[in-house]
Each structure stands twice: as C-alpha cells, then as structure tokens.
C-alpha cells in the first residue's frame, strides 16, 4: 500500500505515532513496543524528507528517535498534558468507587452479583466522586496512614 502525504500532513502523523509510542512505552521502559516496526519506518521517512528536525538517527544501532522538538511542541504537550489530566480523575474515581462498594457490600457479594449489577453500584459512588472533585479538586481529599 502507498498513499502520499503533503509535509503538513507528514508531520501530524509524525506527531500521532509519537503520541502513540508515548503511550504504548510510558511505563514499560526498555521494553520493544509492538508498534516499534512502523515507527521506526516512519522516522526514517522523516529523516529523508522535509521534517528530518523531528528525528535522530543513531548510527550505532541504526535506529531512528524522536528529536527534542517534541519535547517543545506545543500540540503534543497539549495532548499529553490533557490526557494525562482526564486519566488522573478517571482513573481516581473509578478505583474510589470500587473501594467503595468493596466496603459496602464485601468482595463475597460483589463477586455474586452480575457485572451490570456491579456497575450500576459503582456509578452510584462515581457520581459522588465526580461532583466532589469537580466542585472542589483534591480539597477534601484525605489519606488515613500512619506516618513515620
């Protein structure tokens, strides 16, 4: 398959797959990404055209990096920047909805119920959550642990 780009089109997929391969290696460092094939053959790409800024070629290993005008472009660091913030909450209350019902209704009954069951019971405590933290961030927000 081929299809042509203009470089304006070019750069967006470049500035895609980087966002991509930030997600699929963020926390798996020093692992191979299973998407690590296309990006490398679209960073060698980059480097034979008009967008060769956007990545550096180690000749050692002839392997191809994002350069650091990712590290100061602004539409990425938009996009990171976003998503981590909407995983944060996510991520937040739906694990403090399931503590909640956990307690509530103990792991036995849980485990019985169907998954619809259980998630009509978390979206109960989800909406609590969600309307605390919108309304006052982590303000009220509290840990009970013993401290050194």
């Known amino acids: 398959m081929k ?6 089109q070019f750069e967006k997929l470049l500035r ?12 798996d460092e020093g692992q191979e990404s299973y998407f690590k094939e296309i990006e490398q053959l679209l960073f060698e790409k980059a480097a034979e055209s008009n967008l060769k800024e956007y ?3 180690d ?3 002839d392997k191809y990096f994002p350069s650091s005008v ?7 660091s938009k ?7 909407h995983c944060f909450w996510d991520e937040l209350i739906d694990r403090l909805a399931k503590v909640d019902i956990i307690d509530k209704y103990g792991m036995d009954t849980i485990q019985k119920m169907s998954f619809m069951e259980r998630l009509d019971k978390e979206k109960e405590h989800m ?3 969600e309307k605390e933290f919108s309304e006052n961030g982590l303000d009220n927000l509290t840990v009970d ?4």
């Not at 642990?145 to 050194?148: G, K, L, S, T």
């Open 79 to 85: 996009a990171i920047d976003e998503y981590e913030e």
């Open 127 to 129: 909406k609590i959550y």
């Open 59 to 61: 000749k050692s290993s």
């Open 70 to 76: 990712f590290d100061k472009d602004e539409v990425v």
């Open 16 to 27: 895609l797959a980087y966002l991509g391969m930030w997600v699929a290696e963020a926390h």
């Open 3 to 8: 299809f042509d780009l203009n470089d304006t």
């Open 145 to 148: 642990v013993e401290r050194p």
């Open 55 to 57: 990545v550096k070629h």
